[in-house]
């Protein structure tokens, strides 16, 4: 209802309609009257009821584009009057064509003070090369527009909203349990939060919520600070003929490739029967029935497996212990639980003498008649063993009965049809309802559709982008339904909350147990904990914040790796939550490769890892990769070992998968800090390690190195150690000569340190290959060679060759001398050389008169081997290069003669 006085009088009554509009900027009311005249007057001697104020708020002529406005004035419920900021005209809009909502003083607030301040001191002290980001995030962060009713200002003041939930939900892309509580989560809250561990369908979560945004003529930008991430859901929706719905932006090169080949919308099939919401809903009620029999199946079949390690490590025990004469107690007719019971019952009595009461209990709670036979030490530890494996039996039975209840559940209802019914019923309806939405309309470039937003966004309701780049990728003032982070845990809070300023819902999607982002450091002090940029990346302070305030949904099946594989990282990281839907079919899927004792780290690398890996060898999978935390054993890694091998660090293997992975930890005992130790033995980057392969992990790692640690990794080599065939443990596969070196050092090489002549050399290195050269001599395929040591370069080169350079000529001069020459004992004729390089020559000085020593061998046509203290296999490199020699020799006198 409204009223409309005119020079004081009422003319509500009297007039058949009323009319507000602007004559040089002054508010004009015209009135109608039934005889057809009309009657106007300056809205200044005029009242109209009811009006309604807004001081400094945000209006929307358009959906999803919001405008900053000073002031709005609404009339009679028909027309509002807006002051725009710095512009003295009055404009005169239909109540029914705008949206109106309050302006935020956000940005007046400590929080987000500190955020500015936070880019403007990383503008500051930016790279030259990183400086046009830095500046860019700061011109985004600028543009934001405060608006009450934004993820941001909910995020800035800690407040959620709650939501209505939809009334139905679509799952085109499949579903699982938990799945289905992480989608429903998200329509539920105005902020819900996913952890999505390693192979849970982290992206299919994601893909079903983009579905019931779409169906409900909703718009989402989907983002992440990891671009692999973003286009995961562009390869699914692609593979769904669905990316004709996603805008590509970001960065200037994604708009460009976009609008040069934008993708038309496809048609509709009609002669397709129509699929009915009321029908999905039916589906899924039944779906949901089945869908915590499916997860029980796949617990089971776990904690079975589990058992049966358990029962074979008991088994073997006993092998080793025949003296234990077990005993018949299925007469007892104990479940597992009682025997349970009753074995910590027996701890608890222990070599006590059995009184009366003892006596009674275990007549009444384990109706155990007689006890005469445990009166002695030997028949109690006989019963308890006894009971032991009374116990695996029984719950083995247990668990497979109730293994096959479930199993039949999901067979009576069919659950396999039923499950790909609701996600081909759902992927139909979601297609026949985007055919009736969205408008074919695709005449949009990279320079006008900003100007169009509002038709932009009904074309392309999907919008993908970095978290860097979103504002710059939308219109301005334009606010989205929902944002969807992806990777959240990699996320610096700025630039993060550049997408939470463009939506009214947020999605937030991360693992806080992988490896987080890197921060920056700051000056700048946070005004409240949980927005400290230095300690939290943007889940970490989600979910800090908000605690319980918001939906957080763990995804627990797991898709990827085999199960025991991914069960250490439940064991170790996820607290047994997460449900291995993988099989494991008795494969030989872990395996631990530990180094002999000795100090075989150098520069963050280490080539004994590298040559016990190559000793063992690996399957014949394609896809391997090798990772490890530190760059210099990834460079190493490319001298030794295959082309085709994925190599990187395990930083930037994150999000990355291969069907074989193999870690190496590079540290050993005594060199390594306790800051090296604790960034290797860092739970998030073991957590990423282990969960990045499919089929087959390998560990390789020092001997002891992480003990005392006692921390991840530890645990990783005690677990696989566990359930590991014996056959896949090796320890020590290379042993080096060198490693008398180390103070630590194999026991088989007491014997060789007990041969060592001080006379030999100053050098303990030179004193080992004095000895091992003697030994491998003395066999008879070699008897015909001999060695001297320190022999001058001078003395085994002609220096008037004319090939030589001044720089080696003045190197043979300076006395320049080789460790070893190999002699014919006969003709005393040099046919090789062998170095033996320590730590020393890694000094950029020592590797230079290395590289001039290598060519003047070279030159005069002298085979060298080099012998780094930190290989293995010394004994067997060394009669190969023998062998070499003797073949060069040889071959030569043949041309001679």
């Known amino acids: ?108 607030e400590n929080t987000f003070s500190y955020f500015t301040e936070i880019v403007k001191e990383r503008v500051r002290h930016a790279s030259p090369t990183n400086k046009p980001m830095a500046e860019n995030i700061e011109r985004q962060l600028n543009k934001i527009t405060p608006y009450k009713g934004t993820a941001l200002h909910s995020y800035c003041y800690g407040k959620n909203e709650v939501r ?124 949901k029935t089945s869908l915590t029999a499916q997860n029980k199946v796949a617990q089971l079949t776990a904690e079975i497996s589990e058992l049966l390690v358990e029962k074979k490590h008991l088994e073997e025990w006993r092998e080793e212990n025949v003296l234990v004469d077990l005993i018949d107690v299925d007469r007892y007719k104990l479940s597992p639980e009682k025997t349970s019971d009753l074995l910590a019952y027996m701890n608890y009595l222990s070599q006590k003498n059995l009184s009366f009461k003892e006596r009674f209990r275990l007549l009444l709670e384990f109706r155990i008649f007689r006890t005469k036979f445990l009166d002695t030490y030997t028949e109690r530890i006989n019963f308890t063993y006894s009971l032991q494996f009374h116990y695996y039996e029984k719950m083995l039975q247990q668990k497979e009965q109730q293994l096959q209840k479930y199993k039949n559940d999901l067979e009576k209802e069919n659950f396999k049809k039923l499950l790909e019914d609701l996600t081909n019923k759902s992927m139909q309806y979601l297609k026949q309802q985007l055919s009736k939405s969205v408008p074919a309309n695709a005449n949009f470039t990279v320079d006008n559709y900003r100007k169009d937003f509002s038709n932009f966004i009904k074309r392309f309701p999907v919008i993908g982008s970095s978290t860097h780049s979103i504002i710059n990728s939308i219109a301005d003032g334009a606010i989205l339904d929902y944002i969807i982070i992806d990777e959240a845990s990699q996320q610096d809070i700025v630039p993060g909350i550049l997408s939470l300023g463009c939506a009214k819902n947020i999605i937030v999607v991360g693992d806080r147990k992988q490896l987080p982002h890197i921060p920056e450091k700051t000056e700048t002090v946070s005004p409240l904990e949980y927005y400290d940029c230095t300690k939290y990346s943007l889940l970490d302070s989600f979910v800090k914040l908000f605690k319980e305030e918001v939906p957080v949904t763990l995804l627990k099946e797991h898709y990827r790796c085999h199960p025991k594989i991914i069960q250490f990282c439940n064991q170790q990281f996820y607290d047994n939550q997460l449900i291995p839907m993988t099989i494991d079919g008795g494969e030989s899927s872990i395996e631990l490769i530990v180094t002999s004792k000795g100090n075989h780290t150098r520069k963050r690398a280490n080539l004994r890892e590298i040559e016990s890996l190559v000793e063992v060898g690996w399957s014949d999978e394609k896809n391997i990769g090798f990772i490890t935390p530190y760059n210099n054993q990834v460079n190493l890694a490319g001298e030794y070992l295959p082309e085709e091998f994925a190599k990187a660090t395990i930083h930037k293997f ?34 990423v390690a282990v969960s990045r392969a499919i089929n087959k992990f390998t560990l390789v790692t020092g001997n002891e190195v992480f003990t005392r640690n006692n921390q991840s990794l530890a645990a990783l080599v005690r677990y696989i150690k566990y359930y590991a065939s014996d056959e896949y443990v090796y320890d020590s596969p290379v042993i080096s000569a060198f490693d008398l070196l180390y103070r630590e050092y194999d026991r088989s090489l007491e ?34 060679l001999m060695f001297h040591m320190q022999i001058d370069l001078i003395q085994l080169v002609s220096i008037k060759n004319n090939s030589f350079t001044d720089r080696e000529i003045e190197f043979m001069k300076q006395k320049a001398s080789c460790d070893f020459v190999i002699y014919y004992k006969v003709g005393k004729n040099p046919i090789g050389v062998i170095e033996v390089d320590g730590g020393s020559h890694d000094a950029k000085v020592q590797q230079e008169r290395d590289a001039v020593k290598n060519i003047i061998l070279e030159k005069a046509d002298i085979p060298l081997l080099r012998l780094k203290t930190t290989e293995g296999n010394i004994e067997r490199k060394t009669k190969v290069f023998l062998n070499e020699c003797i073949i060069k020799s040889s071959t030569q006198d043949g041309e001679e003669s």
């Not at 404009?91 to 064509?97: A, T, V």
């Not at 909703?218 to 990316?243: C, G, H, R, T």
């Not at 994150?654 to 960034?679: H, W």
């Not at 060592?756 to 003395?778: G, T, W």
Request: glycine share 4%; hydrophobic share 35%.
């Open 1 to 108: 209802m409204f009223s409309i006085y005119m020079n004081g009088q009422n003319k509500t009554n009297q007039i058949t309609d009323w009319r507000l509009w602007s004559k040089e900027n002054q508010l004009m009311v015209t009135v109608d009257f039934p005889s057809g005249k009309s009657f106007t007057k300056p809205l200044n001697f005029c009242k109209i009821t009811p009006q309604k104020q807004i001081q400094a708020g945000l209006l929307s002529r358009e959906e999803n584009i919001y405008q900053q406005i000073d002031k709005a004035t609404e009339y009679g419920n028909k027309y509002v009057v807006v002051n725009y900021p710095n512009d003295q005209k009055k404009y005169i809009m239909r109540s029914e064509n705008v949206s109106i909502i309050a302006s935020s003083g956000l940005k007046n």
């Open 164 to 287: 209505d939930s939809l009334e139905h939900f679509i799952f085109p892309f499949g579903l699982n349990e938990s799945q289905l509580e992480a989608v429903e989560n998200a329509f539920s809250s105005q902020i819900s939060i996913i952890e999505g561990p390693p192979g849970t369908g982290k992206t299919q979560t994601i893909l079903n919520i983009i579905a019931n945004i779409l169906v409900n003529k909703k718009s989402v930008a989907i983002v992440s600070n990891n671009n692999p991430a973003v286009e995961n859901v562009y390869e699914k929706m692609a593979k769904k003929e669905l990316d004709y719905l996603i805008a590509k932006l970001g960065s200037s090169d994604n708009k460009t490739e976009f609008f040069a080949e934008v993708k038309e919308v496809p048609r509709y099939s009609s002669d397709s029967v129509a699929v009915s919401i009321e029908e999905i809903d039916d589906i899924l009620t039944r779906v």
């Open 654 to 687: 994150q999000g990355r998968e291969c069907k074989e992975v193999i870690f190496s930890t590079v540290l050993d005992k005594k060199k390594s800090s306790q800051k090296s130790i604790d960034f290797v033995d860092d739970p998030h980057l073991v957590n």
């Open 751 to 784: 014997k060789l340190n007990t041969r060592l002549n001080l006379k030999d050399s100053h050098f303990k290195s030179e004193q080992i290959m004095a000895v091992l050269l003697r030994d491998i001599l003395m066999t008879a395929e070699f008897t015909s």
